[in-house]
């Protein structure tokens, strides 16, 4: 995946950036109901990392496969998503999630969204 880009980085600098891209979606990856709740900024910065995914694995392949693992480190979450999600969106030319902005946090008024695939 590419370098991230300057400018907001969540609270560290850009390793700690990759690495809460790669949890973030592996989570979204593995959850049962095909969604997960955070803010609004994670999950509009989640959404293009998470379609180019979705669109490797719709091409499938070996080496493709390898590029997902190196990039979210975990093979779950990658058999997964070349097993059904991949598959599920072959005829699809991109648009694989949606972000449902749901209203404040109540701890620090953060805005919050849920993002879920289409």
Known sequence: MPAPKKGARFGGNAAHQKLLMANLASHLIISDAGAITTTEAKAKALRP???????????????????????IHDKDAAAKLFGEIGPRYA????????????????????????????
């Open 91 to 118: 005829d699809r030319n991109g648009g694989y999630l949606r972000i449902l902005k749901l209203g404040p946090r109540p701890g620090d008024n953060a805005p919050m969204a849920r993002i879920e695939f289409v």
């Open 49 to 71: 990392y998470v379609e180019k995914l979705v669109t490797k694995a719709k091409h499938g392949g070996v080496h493709k496969q390898r590029q997902v693992v190196a990039t």
